[in-house]
């Protein structure tokens, strides 16, 4: 969940991450040349080959560990990685009967790991994929929200009356009321809005 990290301290990681990586790379051509490093850059090395392995490590058994001790849900981010099927209400109205389209059926598919999150949903006439996506989390009020903006292609067969477009949409989850259930809204360049809810396809 590296989104959650306020930016300053993104900075300091980050910084602190390049001076060891030049410290590690300058131990291991001394090493190379035949040439004992220095104890800073020997520790630089070994932190950072530790460093690596267990962020490896991590993001490969991170699910296995929300799953064993579920308070991290709470106390982090919840795992809404999978499929969520539900319906979307669009505020559109036809010009010609003022009536807006019924509840469109709607399918979910959230991949997450650590360090980032993707979020693509698929209806029967178009495809939208995040092109970026930031979570949010306030575990006093039960609110984790996925925030991401998106691009979607709608099929050939309908482009004369829905074009491909941009858009913001947010998805959020209230543990407390429900786990398996993510409700949010959307927001498109087209100047159109609406409702999501979908359920966890378990």
Known sequence: MWQLISRPKQVTILV???VVVILAMQAAADLWGSQTPPLYKTVSLVAFVVGTVFAMIANLVWRWFWRRFPILNKWLFPDLNGRWIGTLQSTWADPATGSSPGPISTEVTVRQTLFDVSVKMKTGESSSYSTRVIPEA???AD???LWYSYDNRPVANVQHRSTPHEGVA????A???DPNQ???QYYTSRKTTGDIKVMRDV
């Open 16 to 18: 602190a991450l390049t």
């Open 138 to 140: 306030e575990p006093q």
């Open 143 to 145: 609110r984790y929200r």
């Open 170 to 173: 947010w998805l959020e989850i």
């Open 175 to 177: 543990l407390a009321d």
């Open 182 to 184: 993510l409700t949010g």
